[in-house]
């Protein structure tokens, strides 16, 4: 049995099967649309989920390869037996019935496919989700207010105000970070706390020497200075003021100055020359130094200029006395050391300079504070005639132990000074207009042109 076509061809039974199961299997005009790629994905790409939809198909998929083959050969024996024909008809209805299994086991793949990425995506979802009850945890364990560290690491509600308090500080400005460097207001804070034990310490160790008997002065002069070391300790050991540390620093170097002048305590021996004398150097040792520290932090302060020539003035005696000392024909340790002294005052005089510098305050009552002591040590060296350690131990120790309440003394008077008049210091002009030029005289080339 043949077909006719429009165009005039005849086509046996077997060819028109063979086509029909390539249109079916090749997206043909008489097939569903996409059924070859369905069949595609059911033979490998969709059978990956492991869902039997995919097995099917890729049955189906094998039974349709073996209807073409079996097609391809009944075409090769030649058309010129109708029983060949027959069985090609056969062929092409089981392809056919193939093709149709294979569209159904590529659409149960397509189901399969889609529903097991859904549970696939679902499951992430719970996991996400457990993550952040998690990091909620840390958040509720750490609003603990006793100040320790909690179990989720933060801190509490006191340290976090605090941070809070610190991030919401406006930033620090050029004028205030000026107005800090021209007029502190408790400048050498934590440098008097240093003073504090070494002098404390010195005075220990000079108490103990009269306890042992090394210095000439006895026992009761040596407690005297023991107590008065412990009491310095205490003030670099506590946390106090800045105003009371200052007035007690004040207290005990006036207090040991004073035993010392009257020939017991720590700094007994610095009344060498006589007490008057004794009490000029004393003066000069606590007044200028204070002065010249004070000078230097407050640059700015015209009144620092004003206190610098009181204490100038309150040192001019026991200058008076350094200068006649030099008058002499002889020079020896004693001239020697008078003029280190008239050196260092002379040297003072650098903080009358203007305020853009701080003529170096901080040194030079450090250098003055020093000149004075080695004045009293050299000095009470030339009067020994028999020059031996028993006579130079108690020399030393003078020298020592003045240098030591002479700086206590200074520094307490210095941060008196600077807790009552840093307000005033602190009322000044950072932006003061510039000086008017001088008028200039005409010179004689003017007056030519």
């Not at 029983?83 to 399969?112: K, L, N, V």
């Amino acid at each position: 049995m043949s077909r006719q076509s429009s165009d005039g061809e005849v086509s046996t039974p077997v060819e028109t099967g063979v086509e029909d199961i390539e249109a079916r299997t090749d997206d043909g005009p008489g097939a569903p649309a996409g059924a070859g790629d369905e069949v595609a994905v059911a033979r490998g790409d969709v059978a990956a989920p492991g869902s039997e939809a995919g097995s099917d198909a890729a049955g189906a998929g094998d039974d349709a390869a073996a209807v073409e083959e079996s097609a391809g050969a009944a075409d090769e024996s030649g058309t010129s037996d109708e029983g060949s024909a027959a069985s090609a008809e056969e062929g092409a209805g089981a392809a056919e019935e193939g093709a149709g299994a294979a569209e159904e086991g590529a659409g149960a793949a397509e189901e399969g496919a889609g529903a097991a990425p859904t549970e696939e995506a679902a499951a992430p979802t719970e996991e996400a989700a457990a993550p952040t009850e998690e990091a909620a945890a840390p958040t509720e364990v750490a609003s603990g207010g006793d100040g320790t560290m909690t179990e989720g690491g933060g801190w509490g509600a006191e340290e976090d105000a605090a941070l809070r308090e610190g991030l919401n500080r406006p930033p620090l400005l050029a004028s205030e970070a000026l107005m800090e460097d021209l007029a502190p207001m408790e400048p050498a804070r934590d440098a008097a706390r240093l003073w504090c034990a070494a002098i404390g310490l010195v005075f220990i160790a000079l108490g103990a020497l009269l306890i042992a008997g090394l210095r000439q002065g006895g026992g009761a002069s040596g407690f005297i200075g023991v107590m008065l070391g412990g009491l310095t300790l205490v003030l670099a050991l506590t946390r106090i003021t800045y105003r009371q540390r200052a007035a007690a620093m004040l207290g005990i170097g006036v207090m040991a100055t004073v035993l010392g002048l009257v020939g017991s305590g720590p700094a007994m021996g610095i009344e060498a020359g006589g007490k008057g004398w004794g009490v000029a150097r004393a003066v000069a040792a606590a007044a200028l130094p204070a002065a010249l520290a004070f000078r230097g932090r407050y640059r700015a302060y015209a009144g620092a200029r004003w206190l610098l020539g009181a204490a100038f003035a309150t040192a001019l005696p026991f200058t008076l006395f350094v200068i006649l000392r030099l008058t002499t024909q002889d020079i020896g340790l004693g001239e020697a050391s008078a003029m280190i002294v008239v050196l260092a005052m002379t040297a003072g005089l650098l903080g009358f300079m203007g305020a853009e510098t701080t003529s170096a305050g901080a040194y030079l009552a450090l250098a003055v504070n020093l000149a004075l002591a080695g004045d009293l040590a050299f000095d009470g060296l030339a009067a020994l005639d028999p020059v031996d350690a028993i006579t130079v131990a108690p020399v030393l120790a003078a020298a020592v132990a003045f240098a030591a309440t002479s700086a206590l003394t200074s520094i307490g008077l210095f941060q008196i000074l600077a807790w009552r008049l840093a307000p005033a210091a602190r009322r000044i002009n950072l932006h003061p207009p510039p000086k008017p030029a001088g008028k200039s005289h005409p010179s004689g080339s003017d007056w030519l042109t």
